[in-house]
């Protein structure tokens, strides 16, 4: 816990420049700091409501949800690809960890630092465009732009390798997720998804996640793997 306190000089260099006017336009509000999943999120991204599957993605979460009751319980050991083959979490599920992540900004991008995997996602803010036909990735390809007081991003390009979410929720290639990332609160911040995957889902779905802010937090070390290795699969099985 002492090492999270030590500062980070990143941080404190990202959060002085995105209060710069000169580049206040490229920057946005400030979403800077250490953050977590706050209580009262689980492991899906809308625990109220059964997204409207296509018959073969039902078929794939039935089987992931064979024997399991708890509907907020973390779809079977077996099946999960983060734990069968120490995959990358992938987006958006990495979203869901309750693992703390970082966001730094800085001119034409935006830095999301998980301490998970030691993950980096990219969020391009300069007008940059992703591939017309990208090559299907972990992350997937993010570009944003400033909407009033939140992030808006767009993410496509995502590989089918991974769930959606730590219930088992499949998705295609096809997927395509909305956020709406926006500080509510000094300590607050809150994401609203929008998630498109015509070849999954029949129609359009949403989800929200909130997180609580860490003052002063450091992202530490951590791989999957080699905590795996070291400490067996109970590790893994307490993840979301």
């Known amino acids: 816990m002492r090492d999270r306190l030590i500062a980070s000089t990143l941080a404190v260099a990202a959060m002085t420049l995105a209060f710069s006017p000169a580049v206040f336009a490229q920057t946005g509000p400030d979403l800077s700091g250490g953050w977590v999943r706050a209580q009262g ?10 997204p409207p599957m296509q018959p073969w993605a039902a078929e794939r979460f039935r089987a992931v ?36 992540f970082e966001i730094i900004q800085i001119p034409g991008r935006v830095l999301m ?15 940059q465009k992703p ?17 009033r007081d939140a992030l808006v ?3 496509i390009g995502l590989t089918d390798q991974t769930w959606l979410d730590s219930v088992g929720h499949p998705h295609s290639d096809a997927l395509k997720v909305v956020e709406r990332i926006r500080r509510v609160g000094a300590d ?4 609203d998804f929008t998630f498109d995957d015509p070849k999954a889902y029949t129609k359009p779905w949403t989800g929200k996640v909130g997180y609580q802010r860490m003052p002063g937090w450091q992202i530490l070390e951590h791989f999957a793997c080699e905590n795996k290795e070291l400490y067996g699969d109970a590790l893994l099985k307490g993840t979301p």
């Open 113 to 127: 630092l998980f301490e998970w995997d030691h993950i980096v996602r990219q969020i391009f803010t300069n007008g």
């Open 131 to 147: 591939p017309d036909d990208p090559d299907p990735i972990w992350l997937g390809y993010s570009t944003g732009r400033w909407d």
């Open 65 to 100: 949800r064979e024997g399991i009751t708890d509907p907020n319980q973390q779809g079977r050991d077996e099946l999960d690809p983060v734990i069968t083959s120490c995959a990358p979490v992938g987006m958006p599920r990495i979203m869901l960890y309750p693992r703390a």
């Open 188 to 191: 607050t911040l809150e994401i």
């Open 153 to 155: 991003v767009d993410t």
């Open 41 to 50: 999120y689980g492991r899906s991204f809308n625990p109220k409501e059964a």
